[in-house]
């Protein structure tokens, strides 16, 4: 049998853990399962945040410096769309759009997400297998001081700001676990969570029911890579969204929320870390693809220790 990993991830900071994993990893031994809860309709187009990113990282083209979207994207189309006196909150690139229209004409043409997403990666020749989590619909909710926000509105429109006061995950209890998914969880040599928000990007799969089911029963170890750097979120809510929820902005936080299912933690250099779980330490700012691959090292070789 050929050995196998899988990772569970968000967007952004999820997309470096994954790239570095790719990186020491044979091709086609890993499963990338991405959060598909900030998913959501703009213009009738399906957009999906996580996936794309994911995409763009593993296939070379993501945009360095915004930190987000392709590299060397053009914006004709936001001119057009302002110039009509459209909303402008959310940015669409002209390339990215192609990616919202495809998936759009082949979802009405009766394809899920996973097969479309599968696709994609392969057009663009990536060494892995990318699920979304599912190919129902499950929408992330943040209950803010400003009141109840669908998710881009709370991230991308109101960048945050908004206290949260509780996240919610709509159509979670129906949706069902794309296929492959707990297969990749179940029958693996480890499962690693990348340091996506905790609470915001991997919550969502968690809120699957049989995902987490899958996270318990799996005889694979399953190691997460702390998204804090010296108590500070690399990017992004985290640290913020944490107080706001009245926790410390520590591991040790993180580690409780995902619970008894997760059997190691890396964390950065000398920052705290509880000593309920097993832990590796490494510099785990990750810019260069050096750093990515490094951390995703100190992750495998924790993992290589852990039996359940
Ligand atoms: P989003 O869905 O695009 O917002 O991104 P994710 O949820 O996947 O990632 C956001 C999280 O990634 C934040 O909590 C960051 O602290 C974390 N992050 C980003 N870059 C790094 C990094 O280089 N190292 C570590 N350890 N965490 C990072």
Redesign the pocket.
Known sequence: MSTRFTVL?????????VDGLTRILPPHSLTAIV?TG?DFRHFGLPIS??ID?LLYTLSGQSNQELG?GREGETWNFMAVLRSLGEEDWFNLGDGDLALHILRGAALAAGDSLSVITARFAKAWGLPLSVLPMSDDSVATWVATDEGLLPFQRY?VEHRCAPKVQMVRFEGSAEAQPAPGVISAIMACEAVFI?????W???DPLLSIAAIRTALEETRAPVVA?????TG????????KLMAELGLDVTNAAIAYHYGDWLDGL?V?SEDDAPDTLAIARTN????SPD??ER?ARAAMDLAAQLTR
């Open positions: 991830t968000g967007g952004v900071g999820g997309a470096k853990l959060n900030d945040p996580d990113t987000w991230f990348a340091p996506s928000n905790p915001l990007s991997v890579v702390s998204p804090l750097i500070k979120a690399v990017k992004g809510p985290t640290a890396v950065h785990t700012l990750m810019i750093d990515r951390v």
